[in-house]
């Protein structure tokens, strides 16, 4: 209910309960709170599912507990028991023999840019194609006019995640001497995963 205005819901639920339930009180009392305000749109019993209950009424759990000192089993500061301790190891233990995920494969675009139009651009892709690493493969490559008769080496490359970083390649390998001679820079166009 909301503000004393029946919800679709509360009507579902009245309609599925066929008579007012005693044993729990809270329902009861909504029962009987949906029953008054029902009774003149809804003459007679609602007919539908009975609910029955499993459980011993709310009194009757209360009289049951026992009166003893409940906070032996309270843990407030988490605290493992050796029990626990057990399970943690085996479930390391599970996890250990999992197989090794292997490492990813990406496959990098890279803009390669000259210093001027008269450098010698099959010198520049040879200069490139030269830097060898674990788990760098070169792909195929085109020449991209910029302006001014300046071109531009497009060129693909697949890698190891593990083993090659990209940034490391374009700063350490492919701007320092002797390919600097012929790459002013280098661009990562694009980059996706494997």
Known sequence: MSRDKLTKDDIKVYAAVSHKVDAFPN????????????????????VGVKIASQGAPAEEVKKEAPAGDD?????????????????????????????????????VLLDVKPWDDETDMKKLEEAVRSVELPGLFWGASKLVPVGYGIKKLTIMMTIVDDLVSVDTLIEERL?????????QSCDIVAFNKI
């Open 175 to 183: 701007t320092v001497e002797p390919i600097n001679e012929y790459v």
């Open 71 to 107: 906070e032996d089993d309270l843990d407030l500061f988490g605290d493992e028991t050796e029990e626990e301790k057990k399970a943690a190891e085996e479930r390391e233990v599970s996890k250990a023999p999992a197989k090794k995920k292997e490492s990813g494969k990406s496959s």
């Open 27 to 46: 329902v009861s009392k909504w029962y009987h709170c949906i029953s008054s305000q029902l009774a003149a749109s809804f003459p007679g019993k609602a």
